[in-house]
Nanobody
Framework: VQLQASGGGSVQAGGSLRLSCLAS????????MDWFRQAPGKEREVVGG????????YLADSVKGRFTISGDRAKNTVYLQMNSLKPEDTAVYYC??????????WGQGTQVTVSS
């Protein structure tokens, strides 16, 4: 399975961005797709994700109320809508696919930069 993330960019604080992650290949093997991020000098952290069988979504506490995850199984795409962005949201955002905790595939990452 190949994952391709897109939609990153530079915005001012309070702005919005929408990231997309497109899966291709043997996509039926993917039960979940998650978003992670890694800021310079920090460890990678989970942002949230979606479980395909029932479209259950989950978000980290740090982004609840600002970010939304959605997905379109027919398009094999998961979206991360990011509103009210803060400088601390600056990071490279990655998508991953597979069973939680045993991710089989990773996207290449997309940079999100939020300026104050």
């Amino acid at each position: 399975v190949q994952l391709q993330a897109s939609g990153g960019g530079s915005v001012q604080a309070g702005g919005s961005l929408r990231l997309s992650c497109l899966a291709s290949g043997r996509t039926l093997s993917i039960s979940n797709m998650d978003w992670f991020r890694q800021a310079p000098g920090k460890e990678r952290e989970v942002v949230g994700g979606i479980r395909w069988k029932d479209y259950f979504t989950y978000l980290a506490d740090s982004v609840k109320g600002r970010f939304t995850i959605s997905g379109d199984r027919a398009k094999n795409t998961v979206y991360l809508q990011m509103n009210s962005l803060k400088p601390e949201d600056t990071a490279v955002y990655y998508c991953a696919g597979g069973p939680p905790g045993n991710w089989e595939s990773w996207g290449q990452g997309t940079q999100v930069t939020v300026s104050s």
